[in-house]
């Protein structure tokens, strides 16, 4: 009797620590599961951090070499041609070939300004980010499009980042131009509780879905960086009458 209770004590003690092995197991397996899961979203979030960096690399450096291409064409070529006019009157000793001259030369102050703006807009600067906006609708608007704002609430936003907001403005009126077959395009910046609502919107065609889907398009993913400096939240979508909306979430304390 008494060995069998022995034998009962040792197999129930096995079976305790088989269990308790068990748990153990089971403890290791789903916190090394964790920690895999973990390192994916890491690793895919490191990616998306690539991309967008990449992206705007890319930005920048099609911009430099724009602007680049923009003063060794334009405004380089205009001062050549200047300076040999220059050149011409000073041999023959003739005022009447300076006309020429200024008529070049207001050109190239216009293009100069030109370049200027598109970097920085000087009325960003001088007006705020509402007139910047107004002025690029004003320059933008055609017989084909139409841009307009219909609600206004000033964002809190300084310089640097007023700027961030005018750059986003304008790629996602390049894409409606350029992509959406748009005809009219509409911006509004309203208060909702402690959160102002940026929301654009075109009538055109919408975002192609697999873009939709992975944000992966160089205009999205420029828009989604630069929403990121200014704290915003980025959402694209498609309307159900059609056309593309980007709605920018950002948190702010307005009375």
């Not at 964002?155 to 986003?168: F, N």
């Not at 102002?196 to 879905?209: A, L, Q, T």
């Amino acid at each position: 009797m008494e060995g069998k209770i022995i034998l009962l004590v040792i197999i129930g003690t096995i079976g305790v620590m088989l269990m308790a092995f068990s748990v153990v197991f089971f403890v290791l397996l789903y916190r090394r599961k964790v920690l895999e899961n973990e390192l994916e979203m890491q690793s895919i979030k490191t990616k998306h951090q690539e991309e967008m960096l990449s992206a705007t690399l890319k930005s920048q450096e099609e911009e430099r070499n724009r602007l680049g291409t923009e003063l060794h064409d334009g405004v380089g070529a205009m001062l050549s041609s200047i300076k040999l006019n220059l050149q011409v009157a000073n041999k023959k000793n003739d005022v009447s070939q300076l006309k020429p001259v200024l008529g070049h030369l207001d050109e190239t102050i216009t293009q100069v300004r030109n370049i200027s703006h598109q970097m920085m807009p000087i009325i960003l600067k001088k007006y705020g980010i509402k007139r910047a906006i107004e002025d690029l609708f004003g320059k933008t608007t055609n017989s084909s499009l139409s841009l307009s704002i219909t609600n206004w609430v000033d964002p809190p936003l300084d310089e640097s980042q007023a700027l961030m907001l005018y750059r986003i403005v304008q790629e996602l009126v390049n894409n409606s131009l350029k992509h959406a077959d748009a005809s009219v395009v509409e911006l509004s910046i309203r208060k909702e509780k402690s959160k102002i609502i940026i929301s654009y919107v075109d009538n055109g065609k919408g975002f192609p879905e697999n873009v939709l889907q992975n944000s992966d398009g160089i205009g999205l993913l420029n828009v989604k960086n630069r929403a990121q400096t200014i704290g915003a939240k980025p959402i694209f979508y498609n309307e159900e009458k059609g056309g593309a909306k980007v709605d920018l979430e950002l948190e702010a304390s307005i009375d």
